[in-house]
């Protein structure tokens, strides 16, 4: 297995479905006329290219110096994503209103899980192979 051909793969992937969702959330602002979900998507799409970028340097990292530990790295990769969500929820909730939390939460949960799903996905299929 190409470790950095993979983590690439992962990274350009992650780019794309991010900029898919940025673009979906634009078409629903546009369509409906909802200019609420901006903040939140742009908050939400920053939010999931740092992780996705971060995840997929960390990633190469491990399965270069110790692919023994990559068990290890998943499952903290788990608790530390969603500690990172909860902090960005956080804060949003501190600077919003009550009604702009419930559009943010709704917006962000959306990115958050169908990168979940794509980062689970992505890495079983890898580890299936090896």
Same mark, same amino acid.
Not at 2 to 31: N, W
Not at 50 to 60: E, P, T
Not at 79 to 96: D, I, K, P
């Given at each position: ?38 903040? &939140? ?25 110790? &692919? ?49 799903? %794509? %980062? ?11």
């Amino acid at each position: 297995m190409d470790i950095d051909k993979t983590s690439r793969r992962y990274a350009q992937q992650q780019l794309c479905l991010t900029a898919a969702l940025f673009l979906v959330a634009l078409l629903v602002a546009r369509v409906w006329l909802l200019d609420s979900i901006l903040v &939140p998507a742009i908050v939400s799409a920053v939010f999931s290219l740092i992780v996705g970028f971060s995840l997929a340097v960390i990633w190469r990292r491990v399965a270069k110096r110790s &692919p023994e530990n990559l068990p290890t790295f998943f499952t903290a990769v788990s608790g530390f994503r969603l500690l990172l969500a909860l902090a960005t929820m956080l804060v949003y909730y501190l600077v919003s209103d009550r009604e702009e939390m419930m559009v943010f939460f709704l917006v962000f949960l959306t990115f958050y899980f169908i990168l979940l799903a %794509h %980062h689970s996905v992505f890495f079983a299929r890898v580890s299936n192979r090896s």
